[in-house]
């Protein structure tokens, strides 16, 4: 999924159905890359706590690959989360 620059934050809105998309897109796949200009660590907790998503584990891997023009954060199953690269966030 990608967003335009001043749309980016718009991942954080839930889907049609209320749910968020990071875990629709968790149940369809191993491993959710976002990687966003504007989204920050802050706003991705915040968004998992709204949303009640103990059910997953997520990761700000942007300093682990050196990322200097966007923040890479990974989104897994909590099943899978000791596997995830970087510094571990929920």
Known sequence: MSFGRNNSL????PIPDGRSIFATLAQMAD???????DLDSDQLCSHLREHNLTELAASDATDHVRMQSANLFCITNRQ???QL??????
Do not use: C, F, I
């Not at 690269?85 to 929920?90: D, F, H, P, V």
């Open 10 to 13: 718009q991942v954080l809105e």
């Open 85 to 90: 690269s970087g510094k571990r966030l929920w």
């Open 31 to 37: 491993l959710v890359v976002v990687e966003d200009v």
């Open 80 to 82: 899978h989360g000791g």
